[in-house]
């Protein structure tokens, strides 16, 4: 969390005593959510529930279903999937609204003006960088590895830590299990291994989120990670960076789900040598772009610089409106540009 200040310090307690009485309560997250975004809002769901409140979860779009495990997934909203309007009716009646694990409302889509025109009370929680000052309450932490381990912390100074059961300790566990690599990102902290470990201590069986999450492939998804390691894959060795190319055909011929193209940069990123790897990606809407990198390489700055978007030093994402082919070009284009950085950051990280 944020240095406990003055400010932070009145912050908890105003949230404090506003929740002390029943509300009606939206929970939202980022468009097509992972591991940290659906486990911190299913966590603080389960939590908000036992303090007496009425709590709605709505996703704008859907999500892998290695996440289907999560306690309250069941009754997720999926405002796309034919729920518009009664999202809408529902974010308009809400006294308050969590905005959990993004920074933008930009990043719930069509969504986004829903909450803003809302007059419910905003409550923003998250770790991304440079956010968008929507909201009545900011518990906003960029040294945070993961939404969840905010929420566990923002629980905790409440006081109410004994109201975690192992469903919310399981959901919390996952996004920061997930957020940093299976605890090899450098946003592994020490704070990372202590919410960790309370977690554990309060029932959550690591043993057993793992296994739903990474051992949970589908065969169509094996394949397809064999076929783009195969011939997707581009490695730019003078430039410290490996990338893969992903056309709207690749994803139909595998029949490729949401989720099925999570962690594959990692792939790319685990090459020896490499410094910055990517993942493009042929989507209906626009081309996607998920960036990675090792040491201090900014993706954050570069995703924002080039390809309109943003995220982590290490972890980032963007988008083009150029075609697939376009994009690939622009991408090799830009980080030409780099070469020097990259091999810089290279002798650093040996």
């Known amino acids: 969390m944020p240095p406990v200040g003055a400010f932070y310090m009145q912050q908890i307690r105003s949230f404090k005593k506003f929740i002390e009485t029943p ?15 659906l486990g911190s809002s299913l966590g603080l769901a389960g939590y908000l529930l036992k303090k007496g409140h009425d709590v709605k979860v709505i996703s704008p779009t859907d999500y892998p279903d290695f996440l289907n495990w999560m306690e309250g ?11 518009k309007r009664k999202s809408k009716k529902l974010i308009d009646e809400a006294d308050v609204i969590f905005c959990l694990d993004f920074n933008s409302l930009a990043r719930i889509n069509n969504m986004g003006e829903i909450v803003r ?7 923003l929680i998250d770790h991304h960088l440079e956010p968008e000052r929507f909201a009545d309450f900011e518990f906003w932490d960029t040294g945070a590895a993961a939404t969840a381990e905010i929420i566990y912390e923002i629980i905790k100074k409440l006081g109410d830590r004994e109201l975690i059961d192992q469903p919310i300790a399981e959901c919390l566990y996952a996004g920061i299990m997930t957020d940093t690599g299976q605890f090899k990102h450098p946003n592994t902290t020490k704070n990372v291994h202590i919410v960790t470990a309370e977690l554990m201590a309060l029932g959550a069986d690591v043993s057993k989120v793992g296994r739903l999450i990474y051992d949970n492939n589908s065969l169509d998804r094996l394949k397809f990670t064999g076929y783009a390691l195969s011939h997707k894959l581009n490695v730019l060795k003078d430039l410290r960076t490996a990338y893969f190319w992903i056309s709207a055909e690749d994803l139909k011929k595998y029949n490729s789900k949401t989720g099925d193209t999570e962690g594959l940069v990692n792939y ?19 081309v996607r772009i998920s960036l990675r990198s090792k040491g201090d390489f900014s993706v954050n700055d570069f995703a924002r610089d080039h390809f309109n978007g943003g995220g982590h030093n290490n972890a980032a994402g963007g988008v083009s409106d150029l075609s697939l ?26």
Do not use: C, W
Not at 117 to 123: E, F, G, L, T, Y
Not at 268 to 286: D, F, M, T
């Open 23 to 37: 509300k009606k309560v939206v929970i939202t997250t980022h468009y097509k959510p992972d591991a940290d975004a």
């Open 268 to 286: 790319a990123l685990s090459l020896k040598g490499i410094v910055l790897a990517a993942i493009i990606i042929e989507r209906p809407e626009v």
């Open 325 to 350: 082919e376009e994009t690939v070009k622009k991408f090799e284009e830009v980080v030409k540009k780099y070469e020097k950085q990259l091999n810089k950051h290279f002798k650093e990280t040996m």
């Open 117 to 123: 025109r809302s007059p419910a009370v905003k409550v």
């Open 73 to 83: 997934e069941k009754e997720v909203i999926n405002y796309e999937a034919g729920n």
